[in-house]
């Protein structure tokens, strides 16, 4: 079949190489090979130079806030410059990151620009994300059909992922809320149960992956709402600090108060040498424990508020599903006790209980705690109570590209009769050999206390065999404990591996398996991957 163009001219803009490894990749299509020149930066292209018989082909990442990289930013004010560039087709892939607020705006900016010139797009633009990898052997493919005279196919290929955020929230309904944890016998259910959320996103086109975040936002909850308002007289306040963060108060609030009322207690309490106690205070406190403590109705003012007090906050829990799916699941623990006479609940894990109404998310990428590239790599996955949520998303995205791993699963809970989170799920893809071994450590179902890093001890040859053939390391849960015990019980493993002798078949150097340097070492070659809250 011709080709529909006798050149293809690429030029790309890139500021840490993403975008500049693309096109070189690209230029090195044999299907093309022959009619592609050097590969350019965009700022050494000539529109002048090019005509109808060319094809152009910009890969572009977006820096700064939105803006071109270095090496573009004379592309586009040639372009932005040029009177018509009738008859010129192009095909543009942007590179981003939906982190940031202006999301690919850089190449959408250029792909405006060439449109309003009267350029042809022969594919519509790409905003791709950090994972532009997917998108970019789909965008690939379309090329090649349009190369050799598919138009069609490449008219139809939408490659965008829609950048949602704070202030662009998707609104998710939910489709499913289904109790995870069982009646416990000491009545502790209700106070700790574990949940599955299903949301649905189908239309969204948010893109994702195992290991990756999502952002709720959350309502305030009406109690609390009133509550305030009674407290500053004022009932316009239950709509006012609808959308305000009324729960993790910073410490300016703290010294807007403290310059406010002089309160002698709030300012000890500032002090830099008093800081633990007023993070030991912050701890589970709200505004209006503020309030109640530090002033008196009619020295602050419901507009003093809406002034000092910040935005809600988004709370990011993990995605427990694979990507590339109509809906999205999550495991999150109910919070609930009761503090000074007062029920307090997780602010939005009560309202993804609750609410009645869609909820706002949108998704962040979490590149560190993604599937290692190497698909033959085994893994060991750790994980504590709710902290099974992206390692079962990370099992589940196995299951769902058919990547057969190694896999070990280490969980940990209080009791198993209560707490073993996806029991029946786990114990298929154990039965069906998709996970090599599930071991579980359950605190409270034996006389002494027995924890993942008991687990670890007990399986350390299974253990130390996945780490010798490469395994990556995934941990999941506690910030405070759990990073400390796994590491040690990991490195204990190889105590006794010394006092053993070597062994001859490992992927690490003798050197790294002394007990203090094996995770550090691990970590050094990017095989400890942790999420820790
Ligand atoms: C300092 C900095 C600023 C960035 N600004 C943006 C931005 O405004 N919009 C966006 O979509 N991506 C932004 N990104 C993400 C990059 O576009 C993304 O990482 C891309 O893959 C980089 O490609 P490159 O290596 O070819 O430059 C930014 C990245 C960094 C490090």
């Given at each position: 079949m011709p080709a529909?163009?006798?050149r ?6 890139s500021e840490s ?5 693309l ?8 299907l ?22 060319d ?8 820096f700064g806030?939105?803006e071109p990289?270095?090496?573009a930013e004379q592309?586009l ?7 018509a560039l009738h008859?010129l ?6 590179l981003?990151?939906t982190?940031y ?5 850089f190449?959408?900016?250029?792909d405006?620009?060439l ?6 797009a022969?594919?519509?633009r790409?905003?791709a994300d ?6 970019f ?6 090329l090649?059909q349009?190369?050799q005279?598919?138009?069609?196919a490449?008219a ?9 955020g704070?202030?662009n929230a998707?609104a998710?309904p ?6 995870l944890s069982l ?18 996103v189908?239309?969204?086109g948010?893109a994702?992956?195992?290991?990756d975040t999502?952002h709720v936002?959350?309502?305030?909850e009406p ?6 308002a009674c407290w ?5 306040a ?6 305000k ?9 703290l010294r807007?108060?403290?310059?406010k ?6 300012k000890?309490l ?7 106690e ?14 109640e403590?530090?002033a ?11 002034q000092?007090l ?5 709370r990011?829990?993990s995605?427990?599903s694979?990507?590339?799916?109509d809906y999205?699941?999550l495991?999150i ?5 009761s503090?000074?006479d007062?029920q307090?609940?997780?602010m939005?894990t009560?309202?993804l209980?609750?609410a ?5 998310v949108?998704c ?7 599937l290692?590239?190497d698909?033959?790599?085994p ?8 902290g ?10 196995m ?7 190694r ?6 809970e209080?009791r198993?009769n ?5 029991r ?5 893809l ?14 409270r ?7 993942v890093?008991?687990?670890?001890a007990?399986?350390?040859e299974?253990l ?7 395994a990556h390391i ?15 019980a990991?490195?204990?493993l190889?105590?006794?591996?010394l006092?053993q002798?070597p062994?001859?078949?490992?992927v ?10 094996l ?10 991957h942790?999420?820790?809250?």
């Amino acid at each position: 079949m011709p080709a529909i163009a006798r050149r293809l001219v690429i030029g790309f803009g890139s500021e840490s190489g993403n975008a500049q490894a693309l096109a070189y990749s690209l230029a090195c299509n044999p299907l093309w090979k022959d009619a592609t020149g050097p590969v350019h930066e965009l700022n050494a292209l000539s529109l002048s130079q090019m005509d109808k018989e060319d094809l152009l082909v910009i890969v572009s990442s977006s820096f700064g806030d939105g803006e071109p990289p270095a090496n573009a930013e004379q592309f586009l004010a040639r372009v932005q410059q040029s009177d018509a560039l009738h008859g010129l087709r192009y095909v543009l892939f942007g590179l981003g990151d939906t982190g940031y607020p202006n999301f690919c705006g850089f190449t959408k900016q250029l792909d405006a620009a060439l449109q309003e010139r009267g350029a042809q797009a022969l594919i519509p633009r790409v905003d791709a994300d950090t994972d532009y990898a997917d998108f970019f052997t789909q965008w690939q493919a379309g090329l090649m059909q349009v190369w050799q005279g598919q138009l069609e196919a490449g008219a139809q290929l939408m490659l965008r992922v829609t950048a949602y955020g704070e202030d662009n929230a998707f609104a998710a309904p939910v489709l499913e809320r289904k109790c995870l944890s069982l009646p416990a016998p000491d009545g502790c259910e209700s106070e700790c149960a574990a949940h599955h959320i299903r949301l649905d996103v189908r239309g969204s086109g948010m893109a994702w992956r195992a290991g990756d975040t999502l952002h709720v936002l959350a309502k305030n909850e009406p109690q609390l709402l009133a509550a305030i308002a009674c407290w500053l007289g004022d009932a316009e306040a239950i709509h006012a600090l609808q959308t305000k963060e009324l729960r993790l108060i910073s410490k300016t609030v703290l010294r807007e108060i403290a310059g406010k009322t002089g309160h002698v207690t709030l300012k000890e309490l500032l002090k830099f040498s008093k800081r633990k106690e007023l993070d030991a205070y912050l701890f589970g406190a709200d505004i209006l424990d503020i309030l109640e403590d530090f002033a008196t109705p009619g020295q602050i003012h419901l507009d003093d508020l809406l002034q000092w007090l910040s935005p809600r906050l988004p709370r990011a829990y993990s995605i427990a599903s694979p990507g590339a799916s109509d809906y999205l699941d999550l495991c999150i623990r109910e919070i609930r006790h009761s503090h000074r006479d007062r029920q307090r609940n997780g602010m939005a894990t009560h309202w993804l209980l609750n609410a009645t109404e869609p909820i706002q998310v949108y998704c962040r990428s979490n590149p560190g705690f993604h599937l290692p590239q190497d698909v033959q790599a085994p893994l060991i996955l750790i994980g504590t109570g709710t902290g099974i949520a992206p390692l079962i998303g990370l099992l589940r995205e196995m299951q769902a590209k058919g990547q057969h791993r190694r896999v070990c699963l280490v969980f940990g809970e209080k009791r198993s009769n209560h707490d073993f989170l996806y029991r029946e799920e786990l114990q298929a893809l154990q039965a069906s050999a998709a996970l090599e071994c599930l071991i579980t450590a359950f605190s409270r179902d034996g006389d002494s206390k027995y924890y993942v890093q008991h687990a670890i001890a007990e399986h350390g040859e299974q253990l130390r065999a996945l780490v010798d053939s490469g395994a990556h390391i995934y941990v999941c849960g506690n910030k405070t404990h759990l990073e400390k015990a796994v590491a040690g019980a990991l490195n204990a493993l190889y105590v006794s591996v010394l006092s053993q002798g070597p062994s001859d078949q490992t992927v690490l150097d003798e050197t790294d398996k002394t007990p203090a340097v094996l995770w550090p070492s691990l970590q050094a070659q990017g095989r400890i991957h942790q999420e820790l809250y």
